[in-house]
Nanobody, 124 residues
């Protein structure tokens, strides 16, 4: 059974940095595009970042461009999200997701597998 497990969330102050990790298992990781989404209660799940299976193509949501960076280590079957200059509005549960498509996409329905999420809270 495919598993995606996020870690690295926590409580930080505005302006701090945090790195999230998403470890995968039972997934041919090298051939999956990986993404990060986030969600706050009562709102739609929002696209944050995606990185293609070769890592050469990455895209970002407008609200995080220039502050967040997605990367992947195919040898470790893990995708990362480096978050810098955090703001209170970044507070959310962050989910990683996997898509069998070859290109990074912000479309939720393209992602077949999802993790359980990790909470990030940014205090101002």
């Amino acid at each position: 059974q495919v598993q995606l497990v996020e870690s690295g969330g926590g409580l930080v102050q505005a302006g701090d940095s945090l790195r999230l990790s998403c470890a995968t298992s039972k997934l041919t990781f090298n051939y999956y595009t990986m993404a990060w989404f986030r969600q706050v209660p009562g709102k739609e799940r929002e696209f944050v970042a995606a990185i293609s299976w070769k890592g050469g193509d990455s895209i970002y949501g407008d609200s995080v461009k220039g502050r967040f960076t997605a990367s992947r280590d195919n040898a470790k079957n893990t995708v990362y999200l480096q978050m810098n200059s955090l703001k209170s509005e970044d507070t959310a549960v962050y989910f990683c997701a996997a898509s069998g498509g070859v290109r990074a996409t912000p479309t939720k329905s393209a992602y077949s597998y999802w993790g359980q999420g990790t909470q990030v809270t940014v205090s101002s």
